[in-house]
């Protein structure tokens, strides 16, 4: 009895690790991105952000969301993609980002939004080390969706690497 | 629910705490202030009491040592010693570490055991000299005396229903209201209701009692001082003072009631309190003849229940202040917009609806804004007990005299000054302050004097502390900045700039690293958390004759008045109590002054910042811009704007993490339509326009 109860667990166990998680998918320029719907608050309409002086140009500045002063960045300019003209597609995606274990709202700006998605986390593959466009370390994996792939951005690793930028740019 | 009690519980042993270390500090110089005496007995005992209710046995255990010393000097067995004050004093900071019950492990037994052994010995001494027969003259009463006299207490405990619940046990107050003296208990049965109607978590019963004692009321009372507010509870005197025996034949009659199972209640013994003072008026005759006077006594029983009656508060969770004053900042915005919103629309109705709301919104602020303000008073007690123990240290004298205590400040200001204080008296005790002998060779008092002031400056504080040491050598400064290669070697500076030297980091003066300074973080460190506040710090010594530290604090963090202006299509507040006026200037001005950014104000020739360019904005100006004069620490600056929009009150919200080091911005607030403004950062830009000004005129001549 209790054999069969270990073997019933065991594969309840399998079953429940292979996660489906929910991703949304978002336009930057051509390419599509995605980011784990855990970490998103919002999708609000583009608002034009006010301008911080003298800051790195991917830092767009700051926006009010809900009466709270949240930074909006621009990952176009940091992913060196074509700047497009906001459009009435534009959006920008409240993120919810751990930064060191400080949990602070980014905004991130968008060309446009796709859908979300489910996809397991085995289906997911490691980005490849050189010969991306965009730097690895900023990726979670890259997933197969519908026969196109779409590149999982890890959020948390963009935004400590643009304060660190930040930080030396001021000094 | 326990968690939330925990808290409470903790929170306010801490508060005792502190409040116990102020009352030492004064006891010690005023040994016999019987009402210090009597106030630190009554925070031990409340200390004591709930710590035991709330499982830190060790606390209770620990601190009913120091109380049963406290309780020898309330009654005059015992003096207060400079030793006694010392070793309380170490019990207080043995206490709070044990509160901290992560920080358990810190808890030094050896040292606990040592206090515990110095009290016991304290106490072993008492006894002997009672034994001994030595008699102290302050004492008005022998132990003989007492014995004959003694008071008769009628005494009433209900407790609420739900006392359980808070972890009282009614039965050992009860024992120990027996150990007073001799007691008649009667427990009264009458309230419990049928069996299945009964809640055994619910405590139905009630006391009451005849207590023959020579205890004073006070102390009856404060049997019960914890379960206060958890009872009804009445004690009245019925005779005081009177000889044992007739005492005993009226305790004999109650006994003989209580075991008819008749209740006190409906007896004639039952005097309310106006008819009891009436009685013992009555026998002042006979309470006279043996030399006491009770009528004083009375009165402070009478002033003690008043004490407790006046300044009624409560106490409330500071995030919730936070989210009320949070609301309130809303509030304002949303307002902000109504006003703007009317006054477009034009119609007499709305703008006279959005004038009130306007009015009323004020108010409102003001009032969310003085919850939070609390008096600094507290945080300076905390320094004296730093200024002694570290003089002791030290070798050195000093005391510390505080004026100013009940200036208000909000709370996160206070809790954010605490450091930086700290800070700056360490440095006055240790480097500002000479020792002993230095002193007499100047022919000073050999006692040193810190002075600590806070008063109110418009919608600043200003906090002042100011020693009567060595004051600064500049000479020193310059050499050690030179060394150090801060400065050119030979670079000449004013003595205000040299001063201003100590707040470079890792400038440190002092000769010798001591466990109280001179470990690197300096006055920097002080400098940075004063202008996080948005506030700002000041030194100034006289060599010889001492040295001042100067606080500029904000009186609050979260809004603030400003001057809302527009600069090349964006938004920006000026903290409007910096700013003086506003002037014209055109833009054709601007440019054929070949970079020379002066502007002539009847007169007086002021540097101006162009933001324009400062901020690099390339686009076109208008024809005519505005130059808003504003000053700082007497130096006055013009910054140029496009268009100056008017008043705007600013709820000054963060610009978060990513923005952190962002020079000339302080922070950033939500207009009423919605879009983000940034605060100017003046005191910054006065700085840098300050510092090139001088580069600037230094390079002329």
């Known amino acids: 009895m209790e054999n069969i109860n270990i073997e019933q667990n065991n594969e309840l166990l399998e079953e429940s690790l292979k996660r489906f998680d929910q991703y949304l998918s978002f336009k930057l320029d051509e390419e599509v991105f995605a980011i784990q719907v855990e970490q998103i608050n919002e999708i609000l309409e583009y608002k034009d952000p006010t301008k911080v002086p003298k800051t790195a140009d991917f830092m767009k500045g700051v926006i009010n969301v809900r009466s709270s002063v949240v930074t909006a960045v621009d990952l176009r300019v940091k992913f060196n993609l074509k700047v497009n003209e906001i459009t009435k597609d534009s959006v920008i995606i409240i993120t919810r980002v ?62 400590k690497d643009i304060e660190i930028e930040a930080l030396q740019d001021q000094d | 629910m326990k968690d939330k009690h925990l808290t409470a519980f903790i929170e306010e042993t801490k508060e005792l705490l502190a409040e116990l270390e102020s009352v030492l500090i004064e006891l010690e110089k005023k040994h016999d202030d019987k009402e210090l005496i009597a106030k630190s007995f009554r925070l031990l005992h409340t200390i004591k009491g709930s710590s035991g209710m709330f499982g830190f046995d060790d606390i209770s255990m620990f601190t009913h040592d120091i109380e049963n010393a406290f309780e020898s000097i309330r009654n005059g067995d015992l003096e207060i010693s400079k030793e006694i004050i010392d070793l309380t004093l170490a019990a207080k900071d043995q206490i709070q570490l044990m509160l901290d019950k992560d920080a358990s492990s810190k808890v030094d037994e050896t040292e606990i055991n040592k206090i515990i052994g110095s009290f016991r010995k304290i106490a072993f001494q008492i006894g002997k000299s009672k034994t001994s027969g030595v008699k102290k003259e302050k004492n008005e009463k022998t132990y003989a005396e007492k014995l004959i006299y003694n008071s008769l207490y009628k005494i009433r405990f209900e407790p609420f229903e739900n006392i359980f619940l808070k972890g009282v046990n009614p039965i050992l107050l009860i024992d120990e209201l027996k150990n ?169 109705d709305i703008i006279s609806i959005a004038e009130q709301v306007e009015r009323i919104t004020w108010d409102l ?53 605490n450091d930086p204080l700290i800070h700056i008296i360490r440095n006055c005790i240790d480097h500002g302050v000479e020792t002993i002998e230095e002193r007499k060779k100047a022919g000073k008092n050999p006692k040193g004097m810190i ?14 502390i100011s020693d009567d040491g060595a004051g600064i050598n500049i000479d020193k400064i310059l050499d050690k900045a030179k060394k150090k290669g801060i400065i050119a ?70 809004i603030i008045e400003g001057l809302l202006i527009k600069n090349f299509g964006s938004y920006f507040i000026i903290p409007l109590s910096i700013v003086e006026e506003c002037i014209e200037i055109t833009t054709e ?93 003046a005191a910054k830009l006065v700085k840098q326009a300050e510092e090139s000004y001088k580069e600037n005129t230094a390079v002329e001549f």
Request: net charge negative.
């Open chain 1, 98 to 159: 751990n930064l060191d274990g400080d949990i602070i709202d980014v905004g991130v700006i968008a060309d446009s939004v796709v859908e979300v998605f489910e996809i397991a986390d085995e289906e997911i593959e490691q980005p490849p080390t050189i010969g991306g466009k965009i730097d690895s370390s900023f990726l979670l994996g890259i997933g197969k969706v519908k026969d196109k792939l779409i590149m999982i951005l890890d959020i948390d690793a963009i935004i």
């Open chain 2, 365 to 417: 602020r003001d009032s969310a804004l003085n919850v939070r303000m609390i008096p600094i008073g507290a945080t300076f007690s905390k320094f004296k007990r730093l200024t002694r123990d570290l003089s002791k240290e030290l070798g050195k004298e000093v005391e510390l005299y505080t004026s100013g205590e009940e200036t208000e400040l909000d709370k996160t200001v206070i809790e954010k000054l």
């Open chain 2, 589 to 681: 001005e601007i440019n054929s002054s070949n970079g020379r950014r002066l502007v002539n104000l009847r007169n007086e020739i002021i540097p101006y910042i162009y933001l324009r360019e400062e901020f690099e904005q390339l686009d076109n100006p208008p024809e005519v811009q505005q130059i808003v004069i504003i000053s700082e620490n007497s130096f006055r600056v013009g910054l140029t704007v496009d268009k100056v929009v008017g008043q705007h009150q600013t709820v000054i919200k963060s610009l978060g993490r990513l923005y952190k080091n962002t020079e000339h911005i302080s922070g950033a607030t939500i207009l009423g339509d919605g879009t983000v403004a940034l605060i100017l950062d």
């Open chain 2, 180 to 348: 007073l003296g001799s007691a008649a208990v009667y427990c009264i049965t009458d309230n419990i209701p049928d069996f299945e109607k009964l809640n055994p978590e619910l405590c139905y019963l009630s006391w009451e009692a005849a207590l023959v004692s020579n205890a004073g009321f006070d102390e009856v009372k404060d049997v019960f001082i914890f379960v206060e507010d958890d009872c009804k509870l009445s004690v009245d005197i019925i005779e005081e003072n009177t000889r044992l025996e007739i005492i005993e034949d009226v305790k004999k009659q109650i006994i003989a009631k209580f075991e008819r199972g008749e209740k006190l209640t409906p007896d004639k013994l039952i005097i309310k309190k106006s008819e009891s003072e009436k009685i013992i008026e009555k026998r002042a005759p006979s309470v006279k003849s043996a030399g006491k006077d009770v009528k004083p006594k009375i009165e402070e029983v009478e002033n003690s229940i008043k004490a407790a009656d006046s300044g009624s508060s409560i106490r409330v969770a500071a995030e919730k202040l936070d989210e009320l004053v949070n609301l309130v900042g809303e509030l304002v915005t949303v307002q902000a917009h109504l006003t703007e919103t009317a006054a477009r629309i034009n119609s007499s």
């Open chain 2, 489 to 558: 070697s030979d670079a000449s500076l004013s003595e205000k700039e040299i001063l201003n030297l100590l707040f470079l980091p890792g400038f440190s003066t002092a000769q010798k690293v001591t466990s109280v300074s001179g470990r690197g973080v300096g006055m920097d460190v002080v400098k940075r958390s004063i202008e996080s506040l948005r506030g700002s710090v000041e030194i100034k010594s006289e060599y010889g004759i001492g040295s001042t530290v100067t606080l500029k604090i904000p009186l609050t963090l979260a």
């Open chain 2, 451 to 464: 002075n600590l002031t806070a008063s109110h400056s418009g919608a600043n504080v200003i906090i002042e």
